[in-house]
Antibody, heavy 122, light 109 residues
């Protein structure tokens, strides 16, 4: 069955960096776009990065552009999110999510990981 | 960017009652590419509805989606205890970003 397991979260000081990982199994990872979605405490959902199945296409909203970098290693079935210059407002649970349709850059999510907590605090 | 507005913010209902949740888009959602997710405390969201009205695998038929263009609705015909949760709509019909609504909390009255 499909599994997405995030790791790498923790407590980090402002302006420092953190790298999240998402280990995927149970499907052909290299065929699907993948997403990072975050949820601040008590708030809604925000997509912070998406990467195409082959890594050639990426998108970031203005809130993280220039600070976050999404990447993937299809040989290791792993998705990454490099987060630099972290701010207090980046504090959230970060989920990785799988796009539903192979090859499509933008589609709804059929599977989510359990999430990893990132806390930015001095 | 398409902005999704969900209403009401909170719905207080009793088990057995029906629930109607609204999601309004700031512009027409292409091909009715709208999804609904359910999220319980401490859990990841779960897909309920895709393409405005298609039920995801394993979702009970008391959940139904409808609507087109800019106005969409999630209906829960008879609330079961496990249905009390937060519900989000998401559009995926336009260029990035994918956007979510702010959520509707369905709570026990």
């Amino acid at each position: 069955q499909v599994q997405l397991v995030e790791s790498g979260g923790g407590v980090v000081q402002p302006w420092r960096s953190l790298r999240l990982s998402c280990a995927a199994s149970g499907f052909t990872f290299s065929s699907y776009a993948m997403h990072w979605v975050r949820q601040a405490p008590g708030k809604g959902l925000e997509c912070v990065a998406v990467i195409s199945y082959d890594g050639s296409n990426k998108y970031y909203p203005d809130s993280v552009k220039g600070r976050f970098t999404i990447s993937r290693d299809n040989s290791k079935n792993t998705l990454y999110l490099q987060m630099n210059s972290l701010r207090a407002e980046d504090t959230a649970v970060y989920y990785c999510a799988k796009g539903r349709v192979a090859g499509q850059f933008i589609y709804y999510f059929d599977y989510w990981g359990q999430g990893t907590q990132v806390t930015v605090s001095s | 960017e398409i902005v999704l507005t969900q209403s009401p913010g909170t719905l207080s209902l009793s088990p057995g009652e029906g629930a109607t949740l609204s999601c309004r888009a700031s512009q027409s959602v292409r091909s009715d590419f709208l999804a609904w997710y359910q999220q319980k405390p401490g859990q990841a969201p779960r897909l309920l509805i895709f393409g405005a009205s298609g039920r995801a695998t394993g979702i009970p038929d008391r959940f139904s989606g409808s609507g087109s263009g800019t106005d969409f609705t999630l209906t829960i015909s008879r609330l079961e205890p496990e249905d009390f949760a937060v519900y989000y709509c998401q559009q995926y019909g336009s260029s990035p970003p994918l956007t979510f609504g702010g959520g509707t909390k369905v709570e026990i009255k």
